[in-house]
């Protein structure tokens, strides 16, 4: 009897009932994905999760849908299954650019700058327009201290209108590193007026500022870094390093003090420290933070006055 039921089944009505179930299928994945998104939007993570797995178990092969995953695995700190949902993604379409894009964002959180070029590289063959990553090959160019190349990049960023402040903090970095202090600032200044709150961007300015001999403007930015970072050690020792030009050595010290809590193994702070105590003639001070900088260097490195 089954068999004459199968036998009497129109094959255009199989394949449109097919057809159906097929699109009812990639509709449900679709509408998962979207909800997935906005939940990853509204940093409502878990339900981001359950919404991005059920769209994969509906249909594994689709690359968008690991990136997806990826992306909110690196949202909440998750860099291994990142990873491994952006190599899935990619392995799927290697076309997409942005799953280029976020490995080259995870290599760099490793520290893996050659393969953070590679990853970037591609990302650029696949989507040429694309100023972001010009931005972000510039930083890397820039960690290799390639600086002609980090100029070359930043300046494409420029020139294709990437419309936030990255392009110009890499090369007013840029110019910082060659010592051309004032496209430095110019270039910082102008970072500052599309992003008022980039601590990188205020930070470097004061910086170069201070190189410059401009203390007063060096400490109305090192100030505004600090407001912004309270956290970071580094704003503590670059304000340390203005006071120090200022003779304002309790100041130092008390900063000095906040940045090596934040941060115990920097040689920088022991040694601006050792020079604030030599001033006030506390010797035997001076002479342990001078050991102590001389120490972390030997297993740090000094790695100076860059930019950051």
Request: charged fraction near 25%; charge should be neutral; hydrophobic fraction near 45%.
């Given at each position: 009897m089954s068999n004459e039921r199968n036998a009497s089944v129109d094959p255009r009505c199989a394949t449109r009932r097919a057809e159906q179930g097929w699109a009812s299928l990639v509709k449900m994945t679709h509408a998962l994905a979207e909800a997935g998104w906005t939940d990853l939007v509204m940093a409502e993570y878990d339900k981001a999760f359950h919404d991005f797995d059920e769209a994969i178990r509906?249909?594994?092969?689709?690359?968008?849908?690991?990136?997806?995953?990826?992306?909110?695995?690196?949202c909440v700190g998750e860099s291994e299954p990142a990873m491994a949902d952006c190599n899935?993604?990619?392995?799927?379409?290697?076309?997409?650019?942005?799953?280029?894009?976020?490995?080259?964002?995870?290599?760099?959180?490793?520290?893996q700058l050659q393969q953070q070029l590679e990853a970037i590289n591609q990302a650029i063959a696949l989507e040429p327009s694309y100023g972001h990553a010009y931005v972000i090959r510039a930083e890397i160019y820039l960690g290799f201290g390639d600086v002609e190349q980090a100029l070359r990049d930043s300046n494409e960023a420029i020139r294709l209108g990437t419309p936030y402040h990255g392009p110009w903090y890499v090369r007013g970095s840029a110019y910082l590193r060659t010592g051309e202090y004032d496209k430095a600032i110019t270039d910082f200044t102008k970072g500052l007026a599309?992003?008022?709150?980039?601590?990188?961007?205020?930070?470097?300015?004061?910086?170069?500022?201070?190189?410059?001999?401009?203390?007063?403007?060096?400490?109305?930015?090192?100030?505004?870094?600090?407001?912004?970072?309270?956290?970071?050690?580094?704003?503590?020792?670059?304000?340390?390093?203005?006071?120090?030009?200022?003779?304002?050595?309790?100041?130092v010290l008390s900063d000095l003090d906040q940045a090596i809590r934040l941060e115990p193994g920097n040689p920088e702070a022991?040694?601006?420290?050792?020079?604030?105590?030599?001033?006030?003639?506390?010797?035997?001070?001076?002479?342990?933070?001078?050991?102590i900088a001389e120490d972390l260097r030997e297993k740090r490195g000094n790695k100076g006055d860059a930019a950051l």
């Open positions: 509906l249909e594994p092969e689709n690359a968008q849908l690991y990136l997806f995953r990826a992306k909110a695995h690196d899935r993604a990619i392995e799927l379409n290697p076309g997409i650019a942005e799953a280029w894009q976020l490995r080259s964002r995870l290599y760099s959180m490793k520290g599309l992003s008022p709150g980039d601590v990188l961007c205020r930070l470097n300015r004061g910086i170069t500022f201070r190189l410059i001999g401009e203390v007063k403007c060096a400490l109305a930015d090192a100030n505004e870094a600090v407001q912004l970072a309270p956290n970071w050690y580094a704003v503590y020792l670059e304000r340390a390093r203005v006071n120090l030009l200022k003779g304002e050595l309790s100041d022991h040694h601006i420290r050792a020079e604030a105590n030599e001033f006030l003639g506390q010797a035997a001070a001076a002479g342990g933070d001078r050991r």
